[in-house]
């Protein structure tokens, strides 16, 4: 037996870790996640450069007959990139392995993960920017020369017997890509940012769960609920299961725009896809700081969240929506928060002429 043998699945609780960053889920709609994940590339919808780039990437290395570059994902929580790392796998036709960050605290955990891999096998590492020092050090000589240094004994006996590991794949996925330190980041051959998704790429997303789930859904229904799914595939899977549950238990079953609307009016979801965390954090910007700007853990602290899920969970879309601005001084609620709450804004509120997520809608 080996310690990876308990790394082998990231879906199982790891000892002492804290709560993950994406929002809570019964093991029952995890099943559900994994049912509705794409399998291919092919499946896969939006991101259309980063699909692009790693389909040259994966095809390059497969036609010359090598180990394709490590690849890094980073980006917010829910928009693909442990999907993408299970593609990976698939389309190179190899095993996959999946161990995150913070199960690697110590070198030999990591060690016995690589020493096992088989030639050709994908190595996932989930959250790799928790990963702790001395594993990450291991990390790079893996990537780059494909062997490690066993340090046996301690102090001036203390020897360090090289082994061979076999060629693989790193894939890592973090959602902090700038907690990455630099010679971490330098050896990952292929590094892709994932993008917000638009209303219509969601769109094709929630078509292609309902088909899977054999859920009703009407055009209508299905744009609506794209609208309001903070441009990520897993909230808008999640608003489909919650709006089909209202479909067939207040309505005819049917997911029409007029029970979408409803539906996500109960879950708190308002016109921009902004949920109940999301308006706190606006919320308390706007009314406690006077729109700023305030540090992210003091804003964190007013809304009753860890700093890390405002900063990884709420801000990106708040930004990208061209609500709240990160700035040297601290967070800026921009006119469109102010109005968005239903208030004035100040004279000195930034942002007029951002342009907002949705600057095409009424
Ligand atoms: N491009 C896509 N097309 C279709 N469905 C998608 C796509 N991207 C993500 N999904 C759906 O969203 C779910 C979440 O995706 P995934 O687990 O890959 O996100 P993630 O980026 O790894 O999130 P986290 O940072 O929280 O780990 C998947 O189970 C899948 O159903
Ligand atoms: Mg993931």
Redesign the pocket.
Same mark, same amino acid.
């Given at each position: 037996m080996h310690e990876d043998d308990r790394a082998v699945d990231a879906s199982a609780p790891l000892p002492g870790e804290e709560v =993950? !960053? #994406?929002p809570q889920q019964e093991t029952a709609e995890q099943d559900v996640?994994?049912?509705?994940?794409?399998r291919r590339l092919s499946?896969?919808?939006?991101?259309a450069r980063v699909r692009e780039q790693l389909e040259l990437v994966l095809h390059g290395a497969l036609n010359r007959g090598d180990q394709p570059d490590h690849v890094l994902?980073s980006?917010?929580?829910?928009?693909?990139?442990? =999907? !993408? #790392?299970?593609i990976i796998a698939a389309e190179l036709g190899a095993s996959i392995r999946v161990t995150s960050g913070p199960a690697l605290e110590r070198p030999g955990d990591l060690a016995a993960m690589l020493s096992n891999l088989a030639e050709g096998d994908v190595l996932f590492i989930?959250?790799i920017h928790r990963i702790a020092r001395p594993a990450e050090e291991m990390l790079y000589l893996a990537m780059e020369d494909f062997r490690v240094d066993i340090v046996v004994g301690k102090g001036p006996g203390a020897t360090s017997i090289p082994l061979e590991i076999a060629p693989f794949t790193l894939v890592g996925?973090t959602?902090r890509s700038g907690s990455l330190t630099g010679p971490l980041r330098d050896r990952f051959g292929f590094t892709a940012h994932?993008e917000f998704?638009s209303p219509a790429?969601l769109e094709?997303?929630i078509r292609?769960?309902a088909g899977i789930l054999g859920v009703d859904l009407r055009d209508d229904g299905a744009v609506e609920i794209a609208r309001r799914s903070r441009g990520?595939?897993?909230i808008?899977?999640r608003l489909l299961r919650r709006v089909r549950d209202f479909a067939e238990v207040r309505a005819d079953g049917a997911v029409t725009l007029e029970v979408a609307r409803a539906a996500l009016e109960v879950y708190d979801v308002d016109e921009f896809g902004l949920d109940r965390l999301d308006r706190a954090v606006l919320g308390a910007l706007v009314r406690s700081f006077n729109g700023g700007p305030v540090g992210v853990s003091t804003l964190a602290v007013a809304v009753g969240e860890e700093p890390t899920t405002v900063e990884e969970v709420c801000e990106p879309y708040l930004v990208r929506a061209g609500m709240l601005a990160r700035t040297p001084r601290g967070r800026v609620a921009t006119v469109s928060a102010w109005q968005h709450l239903g208030l004035v804004p100040p004279q000195h509120a930034p942002g007029e002429g951002l342009p907002g997520l949705f600057a095409e809608d009424p």
């Open positions: =993950s !960053l #994406a996640e994994t049912t509705l994940r794409p499946e896969f919808v939006g991101q994902f980006g917010p929580p829910g928009l693909g990139k442990t =999907s !993408l #790392a299970m989930d959250e996925a959602t994932m998704y790429e094709l997303v292609r769960s990520t595939p897993r808008a899977n």
